[in-house]
């Protein structure tokens, strides 16, 4: 038996934005890889089983689900992904500060736990990524998170 939250309900128009402006979305999740998976797809992001990772694995380009990862895993994969790309991570709890603060851009919710809010560069005051105002930048076509 498995229990899930259900996703927000504007997650898949905020998912369908993030993809417009060309960001990529990488989910990092302690839980079983098969709900994460199932909910990644639920929010119609294309994932194929390949695409889901237990753990941490070196070459974080390929994978779009790494499930049932610890906190130090987490925070392996934000600085791999750091050597190629700017790197924004969401988090709420205490095992997510560590990736919190070594994100170019570490996002939170104001409810998270008080370490978190510490750790994060942008607290969201509405549980909802289309909170966050997003446009391309002018320059290498970075994302800019305003």
Same mark, same amino acid.
């Given at each position: 038996? /498995? ?7 504007? @997650?898949?128009?905020? +998912? #369908? ?7 990529? =979305? ?8 098969? $709900? @994460? %998976?199932?909910?990644?797809?639920? %929010? *119609?992001?294309? &994932? ?5 990772? %237990? ?9 779009? &689900? ?10 392996? =994969? $934000?600085? @791999? ?6 790197? !924004?991570? +969401?988090?709420? *709890? =205490? ?6 603060? =070594?994100?170019?851009? !570490?996002?939170?919710?104001? /409810?998270?736990?008080?370490? @978190?809010?510490?750790?994060?560069? &942008?607290?969201?005051? #509405?549980?909802? +990524?289309?909170? +966050?105002?997003?446009?391309? *930048?002018?320059?290498?076509? %970075?994302?800019?998170?305003?």
């Amino acid at each position: 038996m /498995t229990f899930t939250d259900p996703p927000k309900k504007d @997650a898949k128009d905020a +998912l #369908k934005k993030f993809d417009r402006l060309g960001v990529e =979305i990488k989910v990092l999740t302690g839980d079983d890889p098969f $709900v @994460a %998976l199932k909910i990644c797809r639920e %929010l *119609g992001m294309e &994932i194929k089983e390949e695409d889901v990772i %237990l753990g941490f694995d070196e070459n974080v380009n390929r994978a779009k &689900i790494f499930a049932r990862v610890t906190p130090e895993q987490k925070l392996e =994969i $934000v600085k @791999a992904l750091k050597k190629e790309h700017v790197v !924004g991570f +969401l988090g709420d *709890g =205490i095992n997510d500060v560590p990736a919190l603060r =070594i994100a170019d851009v !570490g996002i939170t919710v104001d /409810t998270a736990s008080d370490v @978190a809010r510490d750790a994060s560069d &942008i607290i969201l005051l #509405k549980k909802s +990524l289309n909170s +966050l105002p997003m446009e391309l *930048g002018k320059e290498d076509d %970075l994302l800019v998170i305003l």
